[in-house]
C-alpha cells in the first residue's frame, strides 16, 4: 500500500488549505483512514480520523474547523483546514489502516503546513 499525500504549504492565519491523501496498491475493501501532525519539538498527535463506514473524530483543538471526508471511490481522504492558526503549523501524516487480511497501518510521506501570524 502506497500513499501520496498532497495540499501542504504557507497560509496566513484565518486561511484555508485543503490536504489529500491517495491510496494505492492492496488495500482491499474495508479500511479507516485519518490524519497526524507533528509540530517541531513535539510528538506526533491524532487530528482526525474516519472510519471504513464514514464516522469520524477529532482532536479537540481542531474540532469545528477541520473536516476529514473520503472519497471510497478514488481511495482517497481529505482534510479539509479552516481558519488555521499557527499552532497548526507542522507536519501532517496521512495514515491508512488496513483491517481485511489482518490489520496493519501504514504510513504516507508527510506535508508541512505552515501557519503564518
Known amino acids: 500500500v502506497q500513499l501520496q499525500a498532497s495540499g501542504g504549504g504557507l497560509v496566513q492565519a484565518g486561511g484555508s488549505l485543503r490536504l489529500s491523501c491517495a491510496a494505492s496498491g492492496s488495500i482491499f475493501s474495508i479500511y479507516a483512514m485519518g490524519w497526524y501532525r507533528q509540530a517541531p519539538g513535539k510528538e506526533r498527535e491524532l487530528v482526525a480520523h474516519?472510519?471504513?463506514?464514514?464516522?469520524?473524530n477529532y482532536a479537540d483543538s481542531v474540532k469545528g474547523r477541520f473536516t476529514i471526508s473520503r472519497d471510497n471511490a478514488k481511495n482517497t481522504a481529505y482534510l479539509e483546514m479552516n481558519s488555521l492558526r499557527p499552532e497548526d503549523t507542522a507536519v501532517y501524516y496521512c495514515?491508512?489502516?488496513?483491517?481485511?487480511?489482518?490489520?496493519?497501518?501504514?504510513w504516507g510521506q508527510g506535508t508541512l503546513v505552515t501557519v503564518s501570524s
Open positions: 474516519i472510519s471504513n463506514g464514514g464516522s469520524t
Open positions: 495514515h491508512l489502516d488496513r483491517y481485511s487480511g489482518g490489520y496493519r497501518r501504514y
